[in-house]
Nanobody, 126 residues
């Protein structure tokens, strides 16, 4: 099982980045995928998630309207388009996969995710 996050980098405030998560080694179509982030000295928090079919998405309040999650089941890929980036978005971003159903109240519960990838650093700074 592998989840490979990429696309991070240094960007100025107001800029954009698109993160990618490449999955392999499991039945991707059966798994919801989440993006989490962890800033220095802080807990890892949920940013967004998308259901296995792509029909349902959830976002953390601070990124609503700025970030968009999508997936391509034919390519086993999930994307996180991040616009209007702010310094407080600076963190290491991780993608994770879960086989359990997504619910509004539990989509960001880390223990409900079965597989995790390594992170990609996003730095928003002028």
């Amino acid at each position: 099982v592998q989840l490979q996050a990429s696309g991070g980098g240094l960007v100025q405030p107001g800029g954009s980045l698109r993160l990618s998560c490449a999955a392999s080694g499991f039945n991707f179509d059966d798994y919801a995928i989440g993006w989490f982030r962890q800033a220095p000295g802080k807990e890892r928090e949920g940013v967004s998630c998308i259901s296995s079919s792509g029909d349902f998405t959830h976002y953390e309040d601070s990124v609503k309207g700025r970030f968009t999650i999508s997936r391509d089941n034919a390519e086993n890929m999930v994307y996180l388009q991040m616009n209007s980036l702010k310094p407080e978005d600076t963190a290491v971003y991780y993608c994770a996969a879960r086989s359990s159903p997504l619910y509004v109240g539990t989509w960001a519960v880390k223990t409900q995710y079965n597989y995790w990838g390594q992170g990609t650093q996003v730095t928003v700074s002028s």
